[in-house]
């Protein structure tokens, strides 16, 4: 059973940092690819980077470019997303989903970020 747990949330003050994890279980995490997404109240789950399995190839969204780095650690089945000079535009529950070479997709529970001073 494939399971993704994020963890690392919380509240930070504007231009702070947080480091976001999402450990993942059942598996073969190597060869997923692995992406964040984040959703606030009554809008869509919007795309905010993307790993590759294999290859590694980065994906950014144009509002995260340059303030996030989604980086993965094969060897402890883990992705992380470090975010830098937050904005409380970034305030959202942020979720880990992973997806197979056949199209199967999972999704994590989600952890909320909150950015306000």
């Known amino acids: 059973q494939v399971q993704l747990v994020e963890s690392g949330g919380g509240l930070v003050q504007p231009g702070g940092s947080l480091r976001l994890s999402c450990a993942a279980f059942g598996v073969r995490f190597s060869s997923y690819d692995m992406a964040w997404y984040r959703q606030t109240p009554g809008n869509e789950r919007e795309f905010v980077a993307e790993i590759g399995g294999p290859g590694g190839t980065l994906n950014y969204a144009d509002s995260t470019q340059g303030r996030f780095t989604i980086s993965r650690d094969n060897a402890k089945n883990t992705l992380y997303l470090q975010m830098d000079s937050l904005k409380p535009d970034d305030t959202a529950v942020y979720y880990c989903?992973?997806?197979?070479?056949?199209?199967?997709?999972?999704w994590g529970q989600g952890t909320q970020v909150t950015v306000s001073s």
């Open positions: 989903r992973a997806r197979g070479a056949w199209g199967d997709t999972h």
